[in-house]
């Protein structure tokens, strides 16, 4: 395989869940999706309207934040939407993700791997995928 042809494909880590989350959650495979959007892109990058119908239906609970900070392009204040979406069954992933999150609000710029493979286990992602995506960040 050519350089430039294995530059383009996905990191096995990325998936399998990456597009697939409605999909997996439908399934009882994936019981915790996450979503970060900037407000101000319009384009819908999951299917929201899709999952919030499985929220009304009782399948699903949704969890929205809206944060605001300063956007390191423009040094402008801007906000974005952090969205989780869980299994009834299992609803009470969003507030452990929540805390995984709080934690790195108070922890200030950077990651922890030790955070990532919580963050990984509540997500449903394979071990060895999240190890992956941690050596990936340890890489940069």
Same mark, same amino acid.
């Given at each position: ?10 990191? +096995?880590?990325?998936? /399998?869940?990456e597009?697939?989350?409605l %999909?997996?959650? $439908? @399934?009882? #495979? ?11 892109? !319009?384009? %819908?990058?999951?299917? %929201?309207?899709?999952? *919030?119908i ?7 609970? +949704? *969890?929205?934040?809206? !944060?605001?900070? &300063?956007?390191? !392009?423009?040094?402008? /204040?801007?906000s @974005?939407?952090? &969205?989780?979406? @869980? #299994? @009834?069954?299992?609803?009470?992933? &969003? ?6 999150? *709080?934690i ?8 922890r791997? *030790? ?17 992956a995506?941690?050596e990936? $960040? &340890?890489?940069?």
């Amino acid at each position: 395989m050519s350089e430039k042809a294995r530059g383009s494909r996905k990191p +096995k880590f990325l998936g /399998p869940h990456e597009g697939r989350e409605l %999909e997996l959650m $439908l @399934a009882g #495979t994936k019981h915790l999706s996450f979503f970060y959007l900037e407000v101000g892109f !319009e384009r %819908e990058i999951f299917p %929201e309207r899709q999952f *919030d119908i499985e929220v009304a239906k009782g399948l699903f609970v +949704k *969890d929205e934040r809206i !944060e605001e900070f &300063i956007s390191r !392009e423009t040094n402008e /204040p801007t906000s @974005a939407r952090n &969205i989780l979406y @869980a #299994t @009834a069954s299992e609803a009470w992933r &969003i507030p452990a993700m929540r805390m995984i999150q *709080d934690i790195y609000m108070r922890m200030g710029p950077g990651w922890r791997p *030790d955070l990532e493979r919580i963050k990984g286990a509540l997500l449903g992602y394979d071990p060895q995928d999240v190890e992956a995506f941690i050596e990936s $960040l &340890i890489k940069r």
